[in-house]
């Protein structure tokens, strides 16, 4: 199974980014899907996640209220919009995919290689 993170680049403060991810390779079911990131110097940071089971989303405060996730679970796909978007907001961002039933996503479940963002001011 592979998780294909894309949509990053090179935005002005304030601009807007729509990341995306999709899945390939063998079928799978997922219970929640979520964005991370590792900004230089810093731990790995929950973004977005997304549960399947009932469509409940969770918002890191750092994006809370500039960004939306969505996405399709029967593809194992995901989306980030972001907007707003600050310097502080530069990292690599990845996917993930939550195979095992919890409330986190661990290193058992599926992860992208990341796709990196960079807000410049």
């Known amino acids: 199974v592979q998780l294909q993170a894309s949509g990053g680049g090179l935005v002005q403060a304030g601009g807007s980014l729509r990341l995306s991810c999709a899945a390939s390779?063998?079928?799978?079911?997922?219970?929640?899907m979520g964005w991370f990131r590792r900004a230089p110097g810093k731990e790995r940071e929950t973004v977005a996640t997304i549960s399947w089971s009932d469509g409940s989303t969770y918002y890191g405060d750092s994006v809370k209220g500039r960004s939306t996730i969505s996405g399709d679970g029967a593809k194992n796909t995901v989306y980030l919009q972001m907007n707003s978007l600050k310097p502080a907001d530069t990292a690599v961002y990845y996917c993930?995919?939550?195979?095992?039933?919890?409330?986190?996503?661990?290193?058992?479940?599926?992860w992208g290689q990341g796709t990196l963002v960079t807000v410049s001011s």
């Open positions: 993930a995919a939550q195979v095992r039933p919890g409330p986190y996503f661990g290193d058992d479940d599926y």
């Open positions: 390779g063998r079928t799978f079911s997922s219970y929640a």
